[in-house]
């Protein structure tokens, strides 16, 4: 492709470089410019991107001539105010990071914004993406016969450490059912194709952060627990998180059923984390289960190991960026994941955050 699309960065952590290793197996692409206030992380993407200008400011980054789009990859509770900074000054096309905002007070700040940005806004949802996620919501409805239940489970390994530990808060992140757990109600409304009705949740910090503590004050993260949605049409989806689980086979066990079977997604964890001494990480796996014959298909989905080692996530980071860069260049209209999507699946944790604190059901309508 003759004209190179040049990337300008906000954040650039630990997943901030995930996404700089997966834009550089992209054709065509560059990063022109980062904004990273940290001098670790800014040494630590200068091995991924050496050529990028570095800058001292979200202003400084838009002034810079060479830029087609935006990543934002900063703390949850930034994401809103640079959303609005692109505004005023430069509103070029944006890939978020999820969570899409941490605060209920940022919805009508959201809704401005979105009534007046004229360039294309696409929500980073990675779970969308992984290759056995997809062909589950791909099949979903021809294995089920139409999902009754849904079921996603999560066991995973604890929040690993940030710059400046604000994502041992809830007052920064939103919460655990808002920062960890927004992939998967997104999931759950892509999946189903239905609108959430109620939330009911119940969760704590058992095991991790518990001997934990940053200038005197005690972490408020959830480590673990339940949350059950009822949907529009009938249709029921259940989480279930557990991060001090990093020992098992399979980080995400993704199930769909419905009158006519099951299909499950298998997708295994970050393959730096996996024993050597285990040997092989596991492959991911979709399995169809139907009733009638009986008989389950197990199928292996393998990801190229080029995409699998750019990313922690199951390959996802490349495919969503692959989109994205296609949005940029003119050759897809709307962005796959829309500013309503990524609302609602913050609005959903938000529910969650809140059923678990009051002990009680809560109808999205309170929020919306």
């Known amino acids: 492709m003759s004209k190179i699309t040049n990337y300008g960065i906000i954040g650039c952590g630990m997943m901030g470089q995930e996404h700089l290793r997966n834009i550089a197996l992209l054709d065509g ?37 060479d830029l087609d789009c935006i990543l934002i990859a900063s703390p949850n509770f930034r994401h809103v105010e640079q959303l609005e900074a692109l505004a005023a000054k430069r509103p070029l096309p944006v890939l978020v990071e999820k969570p899409l905002f941490t605060d209920p007070s940022h919805v009508a700040r959201l809704e401005e914004f979105r009534a007046n940005y004229p360039a294309p806004v696409w929500v980073a949802m990675e779970y969308r993406y992984m290759p056995p996620v997809a062909t589950l919501v791909n099949e979903a409805e021809d294995a ?41 109600f997104d999931l759950m409304r892509l999946t ?47 989480l279930e998180l557990c991060m001090f689980a990093e020992g098992s086979r399979y980080q995400e066990e993704i199930s769909a059923v419905g009158p006519n079977g099951k299909i499950e997604a298998l997708v295994p964890g970050p393959g730096r984390f996996w024993p050597e001494h285990l040997g092989e990480a596991p492959v991911p796996q979709v399995i169809v289960s139907p009733r009638d014959p009986k008989g389950p298909e197990v199928r292996d989905i393998p990801v190229d190991p080029t995409i699998l080692e750019a990313g922690d996530h199951n390959g996802s980071t490349f495919y969503q ?17 829309s500013l309503k999507d990524g609302q609602l699946a913050v609005l959903m944790g938000m529910a969650a955050q809140i059923s678990m604190k009051e002990h009680r059901a809560v109808e999205l309508k309170e929020l919306m």
């Open 29 to 65: 692409t560059r990063v022109s410019a980062i904004f990273e206030p940290d001098a670790g992380m800014v040494a630590e993407c200068k091995k991924f991107a050496p050529e990028a200008e570095y800058v001292d400011s979200v202003e400084a980054l838009l002034e810079v001539a």
């Open 144 to 184: 089920t016969g139409g999902i009754k239940m849904l079921t996603i489970r999560e066991h995973r390994f604890p929040f690993l450490e940030k710059v400046g530990d604000w994502n041992r808060f809830n007052r920064y992140t939103g919460g655990t059912f808002v920062e960890k757990c927004c992939h998967f």
């Open 192 to 238: 189903l194709k239905a609108e959430p009705i109620r939330v009911l949740a119940s969760g704590a910090m058992d095991v991790n952060h518990v001997d934990e503590a940053y200038e005197g004050e005690t972490p408020d993260i959830l480590d673990n627990g339940y949350v059950i949605v009822d949907f529009e049409g009938g249709a029921r989806a259940m």
């Open 321 to 337: 960026h692959k989109g994205f860069l296609e949005l940029v260049r003119g050759e897809r209209d709307v962005p796959e994941v």
